[in-house]
């Protein structure tokens, strides 16, 4: 560099240039902890409002599951299509929650963190299934039943009649056996919970 500086002359622009270029590695490690820092607190903030999002999605979960469990109380004959629109909101929301909980994990996946489980929203999903087969049979059989009792005698077929309340029938029975088998599951757990309680004592 001396010699270069010896032999030949340099503008003033060029020598800052050269020293600029020289000392670059000096100067650039402020900028570097500058950046950490920053990329630092925004992952901090952005950590905050996956856990944030993560505590809405329960308690999300939780109000769900309350109102899935007020469907066990429902029996107004005449409620029925209020009856299925409430499990329509809720079978809405599941989706709100699912497309919630992909995004929740891929956040995870992007922070390297584990991936959350959410066994509520299956239980959600697997008690809201027969509600909503029974309400929306119900109904349609009350939408069929008026319109044989007060629609025209004459337009009725006995045969065509006939295959929709066999049709009705065995939906029902099908929705019966789901109900029991949700029962017997939920009897089960029950005893499991009794199980494990007696064996801490």
Same mark, same amino acid.
Do not use: C, H
């Given at each position: %560099? $001396?010699?270069?500086? +010896?032999?030949?002359?340099?503008?003033?622009?060029?020598?800052?240039?050269?020293? +600029?270029? #020289? #000392?670059?590695?000096?100067?650039?490690?402020? !900028?570097?902890? =500058? /950046?950490? $820092?920053?990329?630092?607190?925004?992952?901090?903030? /952005?950590? @905050?409002?996956?856990?944030?999002?993560? *505590?809405? &999605?329960?308690?999300?979960?939780?109000? %769900?599951?309350?109102?899935?469990? *007020?469907?066990?109380?429902?029996?107004? #004959?005449?409620? %029925? =299509?209020?009856?299925? @629109?409430?499990?329509?909101?809720?079978?809405?929301?599941?989706?709100?929650? $699912?497309?919630?909980?992909?995004?929740?994990? @891929?956040? *995870?996946? @992007?922070?390297r963190m584990g991936k959350?489980?959410?066994?509520?929203?299956?239980?959600?999903?697997?008690?809201?299934?027969?509600?909503?087969? &029974?309400?929306?049979t119900v109904r349609k059989?009350? !939408?069929?039943?008026?319109?044989? %009792?007060?629609?025209?005698?004459?337009?009725?077929?006995?045969?065509?009649?006939?295959?929709?309340? $066999?049709e009705y029938l065995r939906?029902?029975?099908?929705?019966?056996?789901?109900?029991?088998?949700?029962?017997?599951?939920?009897?089960?757990?029950? =005893? /499991?919970?009794?199980? *494990?309680?007696?064996?801490?004592?």
């Amino acid at each position: %560099m $001396e010699y270069l500086l +010896d032999e030949y002359l340099f503008s003033e622009d060029d020598i800052r240039l050269n020293t +600029d270029t #020289l #000392l670059w590695p000096i100067n650039i490690g402020p !900028v570097f902890d =500058a /950046n950490d $820092e920053l990329t630092q607190q925004i992952r901090g903030k /952005n950590e @905050q409002i996956l856990m944030e999002r993560r *505590e809405r &999605l329960l308690a999300d979960l939780q109000k %769900m599951q309350r109102r899935v469990d *007020e469907f066990a109380d429902y029996g107004e #004959l005449n409620m %029925m =299509a209020e009856y299925a @629109q409430d499990v329509k909101q809720i079978q809405k929301k599941i989706v709100e929650v $699912e497309n919630e909980i992909e995004w929740i994990n @891929q956040e *995870e996946n @992007q922070f390297r963190m584990g991936k959350t489980e959410y066994p509520q929203l299956d239980a959600i999903k697997t008690a809201v299934d027969p509600y909503f087969r &029974l309400f929306t049979t119900v109904r349609k059989w009350q !939408v069929a039943e008026k319109k044989w %009792m007060d629609g025209s005698f004459l337009e009725l077929n006995s045969e065509k009649v006939e295959g929709e309340v $066999e049709e009705y029938l065995r939906e029902i029975f099908k929705i019966k056996k789901q109900f029991t088998n949700l029962v017997k599951k939920k009897k089960l757990e029950l =005893a /499991n919970k009794v199980m *494990e309680r007696r064996k801490a004592r």
